[in-house]
């Protein structure tokens, strides 16, 4: 007999891509930037590591909260800053869903969705894309009005593609939560518009985001939500008391400060992305066009496993990846390859090893 909750017992857990831990490798398969991040966050972590690590960290992160709130305009208790953005993901769950209620998401894009409804005993429903990854609007506003959370990851994981404010819009549950994960934000380029928060459905939404991608700060594990202040102090709740600690808010707050010298290495990614679409192109795959620090694409006549198989025996890692039942239908499985933009000498290595298999 299992100790386990039904809910885990079911469920198989998300499983994060591949982390090598030794050298060699030319890694393009989980979206780290490929450039350090800020001097200003070397110094600010040594700083921190020479302060009083023996005293608990600010639960509330105060100072990172300020700096963010003069970066977006607003007032400082607009901000919940997290371990993480999969931590404000959690954070809303368990603030809003109660077991048996129903969360929707696009489909595909990211599956931890699913894992924490699961974890959670609530419903999950996929809002299906089209082959162009946009939305069957009518198929979606059922959905939605079914749902108590809708995530929508903006861009898009695993195709790159951004869709607009107002289709977004379009997708608030009258009686929910709709959560804007911008995890790749800053890679768009038109990122959302900031009066989005204060729009009709301001006190429903939730944008969310990370300083793992655009930030260069992936090890660090630091995010933070954006919303209005009552649902600020409700989620506050729910977080752990002290979720991030003093070694990560040091150096995320380090990081905004310096917030053009990551616009920086925004640009270099965004150079790099461009080539690698042509380069796949050229190559007979169909890149989508990315808002992203990845490029999604497919080949026709398939073969995305065995490609991905062939390369990581090369010790270059790409993610391959599969979305069962993802068609109308739901009898229809996509799968294809999403790439990281990595430096210009990595996504060179990449595709010399590309051209010799295809």
Not at 66 to 80: F, K, N, S, Y
Not at 229 to 241: A, N, Q, Y
Not at 252 to 260: K, N, P, R, V
Not at 304 to 333: C, N, Q, V, W
Request: glycine content about 6%.
């Amino acid at each position: 007999m299992s100790l386990f909750r039904p809910e885990i017992d079911r469920i198989a857990g998300y499983v994060p891509g591949e982390q090598p831990q030794e050298t060699g490798w030319t890694k393009l398969n989980t979206n780290e930037n490929p450039y350090p991040p800020s001097p200003r966050v070397v110094e600010a972590i040594k700083q921190a590591a020479e302060g009083r690590l023996n005293v608990y960290p600010d639960p509330l992160a105060r100072r990172f909260c300020q700096v963010a709130a003069d970066r977006l305009g607003l007032d400082p208790d607009w901000i919940l800053p997290a371990n993480g953005s999969d931590e404000n993901l959690t954070i809303l769950v368990r603030s809003f869903v109660d077991p048996g209620e129903t969360i929707a998401y696009p489909y595909p894009s990211y599956v931890l969705y699913e894992t924490l409804a699961d974890i959670q005993g609530a419903k999950i429903e996929r809002m299906n894309l089209r082959p162009d990854w946009s939305w069957d609007h009518e198929a979606a506003a059922e959905t939605v009005a079914r749902s108590k959370l809708v995530f929508v990851p903006n861009p898009n994981s695993p195709s790159g593609n951004r869709w607009s404010d107002d289709d977004v819009l379009r997708l608030c549950p009258e009686a929910g939560m709709l959560v804007l994960d911008e995890a790749y934000g800053d890679f768009a380029d038109e990122p959302h518009r900031g009066e989005l928060l204060q729009s009709s459905v301001g006190d429903r939404l939730v944008v969310t985001r990370s300083f793992s991608k655009s930030f260069s700060l992936a090890g660090i594990r630091f995010g933070y939500a954006v919303a209005h202040p009552d649902l600020i102090r409700g989620m506050r709740k729910v977080k752990d008391s002290y979720n991030c600690d003093t070694v990560s808010i040091a150096a995320a707050t380090a990081a905004l400060e310096d917030f053009e010298g990551m616009r920086s290495n925004v640009e270099r990614v965004r150079l790099t992305r461009a080539r690698l679409a042509t380069a796949l192109a050229e190559l007979g795959f169909d890149p989508v066009p990315s808002q992203s620090n990845f490029v999604w694409c497919t080949r026709p006549g398939g073969g995305h496993r065995e490609l991905y198989e062939a390369l990581k025996d090369r010790k270059i890692l790409i993610r391959y990846m599969s979305f069962p039942g993802a068609g109308a239908d739901t009898a229809t499985t996509i799968d294809g390859l999403r790439i990281t933009v990595g430096t210009d000498e990595q996504i060179d290595t990449f595709l010399d090893a590309l051209r010799e298999l295809v």
